[in-house]
């Protein structure tokens, strides 16, 4: 069975940094994990990906050269690093692991596990 547990939310200043981290547990080296977030009022919207066997990762555009995933296959963790956040990335950051290895598939209900996310609040 896999879990999975973020961290690292909290608030920050327009233009600052976060660096938010989810751990996982179980087989997961044949999964992609992903990032999604939810504002108030707002659907899930996926935020980036990565393969666990070889590092492939994708992007929604919004967040291209403002964020970067990664992980740590040691430690069975994933990374969101993100720069220069705006207030509209405001949101619950949860991630996910989708058993298909895919990691252009971006709606939330291809993905078999979940976090139980942390906030990020971007002040303007």
């Known amino acids: 069975q896999v879990q999975l547990v973020e961290s690292g939310g909290g608030l920050v200043q327009a233009g600052g940094s976060l660096r938010l981290s989810c751990a996982a547990s179980?087989?997961?080296?044949?999964?992609?994990t992903g990032w999604f977030r939810q504002a108030p009022g707002k659907e899930r919207e996926f935020v980036c990906s990565?393969?666990?066997?070889?590092?492939?990762?994708y992007y929604t555009d919004s967040v291209k050269g403002r964020f970067t995933i990664s992980r740590d296959n040691a430690k069975n963790t994933v990374y969101l690093q993100m720069n220069s956040l705006k207030p509209e990335d405001t949101a619950v950051y949860y991630c996910?692991?989708?058993?298909?290895?895919?990691?252009?598939?971006?709606?939330?209900?291809?993905?078999?596990?979940w976090g139980q996310g942390t906030q990020v609040t971007v002040s303007s």
């Open positions: 996910a692991a989708d058993h298909l290895g895919v990691v252009e598939i971006t709606t939330p209900d291809a993905y078999d596990h």
């Open positions: 179980g087989r997961i080296s044949r999964y992609v």
């Open positions: 990565i393969r666990w066997s070889n590092g492939d990762t």
